[in-house]
């Protein structure tokens, strides 16, 4: 973070129960804040749709393909609690479990995609 950072970016940044983890999004984008909110929009429009994947999945391979992406994605952007689970998604063999499983992960991709969205547009 820059010393241009405001108090309140300054707390949410250090929140531990925001959905995303800030301090882990700036490094990961080098403390560019114009590419903090591309990337987090991206993610927000995005991981919707691997999730349908997710829950349209046929086959374990491309149940695991799908997890696989959205924890990819969730861990760029510092989306932790959507990362665990779809790390733990991954994992999972059963039908049930992964019903269960693709409950919680939505619940907490439409936390974060929430969230993102409450941060406003993006500013010049």
């Given amino acids: 973070m820059n010393g241009s950072d405001s108090e309140p970016e300054r707390a949410r940044a250090s ?23 591309e990337v987090l929009a991206l993610f927000a429009a995005e991981a919707p749709a691997t999730l349908g994947r997710l829950r349209s999945a046929r086959t374990g391979s491309a149940w695991r393909e799908a997890a696989h ?39 907490a991709l439409e936390e974060v995609v929430r969230f993102i969205a409450s941060l406003g547009p993006a500013k010049p």
């Fill in 15 to 37: 929140c531990p129960a925001a959905p995303i983890d800030f301090s882990h999004l700036a490094r990961y984008t080098l403390g560019d804040k114009a590419l903090e909110q």
């Fill in 69 to 107: 992406t959205l924890k990819g994605s969730a861990r760029a952007v510092g989306a932790r609690k959507v990362a665990v689970l779809a790390e733990e998604a991954e994992r999972l063999s059963g039908e049930a479990e992964r019903q269960e499983l693709t409950r919680g992960l939505q619940e």
